[in-house]
T-cell receptor
Framework: AQSVAQPEDQVNVAEGNPLTVKCTYS??????LFWYVQYPNRGLQFLLK??????LVKGSYGFEAEFNKSQTSFHLKKPSALVSDSALYFCAVRDEGYNNDMRFGAGTRLTVKP | DGGITQSPKYLFRKEGQNVTLSCEQNLNHDAMYWYRQDPGQGLRLIYY???????QKGDIAEGYSVSREKKESFPLTVTSAQKNPTAFYLCASSIAWGDTQYFGPGTRLTVL
């Protein structure tokens, strides 16, 4: 069975500083990893995913994530945070097995202060 | 949110009533999903459908029902058997089961 953890409920950064939102996972096989962002009272928007290949994945809005197999992590990063990046971020994982569904973390609220 | 619509945006229900939440997609996706979102709990899977005329229970299916008579539609009925239905409901779809999911804007259900 797969699971995902987002160890921080809240992350605060100053505008212009780099940001990191942490995610760790557990799977039996190979992981498919995803990041989504949610703005208030909206659905989730897909940011990026890792299936295979380069460990550094680039996604929408300048975000990127680094897959680290030894640490079973998939942290979301951005070199320079914007106030408009303030939102709820979800990490999700799916084991590559055919009938496994996607599991979402509890979410991390990112606040970027001017 | 493009390509997936949910209606209504807000829904109020009296105790004992069944209500149906609409989800429509024009992306020609085979798979569709329903999630429930509660504060601090992330998303929990209610039902999913890998293909038209087929659907399966997720982790929290009790008190809910679905149908998938058309590829583009996957309505969710919240029955009176659901004891705590107040939540934000999200519909999603993907090209095929297991692929990247794309979400609708959500329906906020409140029981009065």
């Amino acid at each position: 069975a797969q699971s995902v953890a987002q160890p921080e409920d809240q992350v605060n950064v100053a505008e212009g500083n780099p940001l990191t939102v942490k995610c760790t996972y557990s799977v039996s096989g190979n992981p498919y990893l995803f990041w989504y962002v949610q703005y208030p009272n909206r659905g989730l928007q897909f940011l990026l995913k890792y299936i295979t290949g380069d460990n550094l994945v680039k996604g929408s809005y300048g975000f990127e994530a680094e897959f680290n197999k030894s640490q079973t992590s998939f942290h979301l990063k951005k070199p320079s945070a914007l106030v408009s990046d303030s939102a709820l971020y979800f990490c999700a994982v799916r084991d590559e097995g055919y009938n496994n569904d996607m599991r979402f973390g509890a979410g991390t609220r990112l606040t970027v202060k001017p | 949110d493009g390509g997936i619509t949910q209606s209504p945006k807000y829904l109020f229900r009296k105790e004992g009533q069944n209500v149906t939440l609409s989800c429509e997609q024009n992306l020609n996706h085979d798979a569709m999903y329903w999630y429930r979102q509660d504060p601090g709990q992330g998303l929990r899977l209610i039902y999913y459908s890998q293909i038209v005329n087929d659907f399966q229970k997720g982790d929290i299916a009790e008190g809910y029902s679905v149908s998938r008579e058309k590829k583009e539609s996957f309505p969710l009925t919240v029955t009176s058997a659901q004891k705590n239905p107040t939540a934000f409901y999200l519909c999603a779809s993907s090209i095929a089961w297991g692929d990247t999911q794309y979400f609708g804007p959500g329906t906020r259900l409140t029981v009065l």
